[in-house]
């Protein structure tokens, strides 16, 4: 998905704000199986119990999160760094990142930086990708914390 379709599908983003977000997105409750162990970097708290989302993320995302409990990926996630932050892909003014439409999430951000390598065995992110969700540590410009319904 590029974002003049995100546009089309989930609403302009002006002055800063996603004009459609109250159609849109939703406050994901995460089962507690799921997250005891994620630290939310936000708020300081474990588990992460909740999550601002898309409601096109909230799927792929549950799936997601229950493939990493069931083939025994589970332990690899340490922290939730973010979801819904309307803002710029970083270094590329003028284009919106997914996260402005809450359809991206970053997973364990302080051992997968941008533009760095990647600490997340290809199992985790399989889990990810089988759900359809784009990786960020497979965009050209390395990303491996991200995760996303667009790139």
């Known amino acids: 998905m590029t974002e003049k379709e995100a546009i089309k599908r989930w609403g302009p983003i002006v002055n800063g704000v996603w004009q459609d977000a109250a159609k849109h997105a939703v406050l994901i409750e995460i089962p507690l199986y799921l997250g005891m162990g994620w630290r939310n970097t936000a708020t300081g708290t474990i588990p992460t119990r909740r999550i601002y989302c898309n409601k096109d993320l909230e799927k792929p995302l549950l799936l997601a999160l229950n493939n990493l409990r069931n083939r025994g990926f589970l332990a ?13 892909v970083r270094g590329c003014q003028g284009r919106h990142s997914f996260h402005s439409w809450a359809a991206a999430i970053d997973i364990n951000a302080a051992s997968n930086p941008l533009g760095g390598p990647s600490s997340l065995s290809p199992g985790f992110v399989q889990c990810f990708t ?22």
């Open 76 to 88: 690899e996630l340490a922290t939730f760094d973010g979801c819904y932050s309307v803002r710029d």
């Open 130 to 151: 089988d759900t359809g969700l784009k990786w960020g540590g497979s965009f050209f410009r390395m990303d491996p914390m991200h995760f996303s319904l667009g790139g």
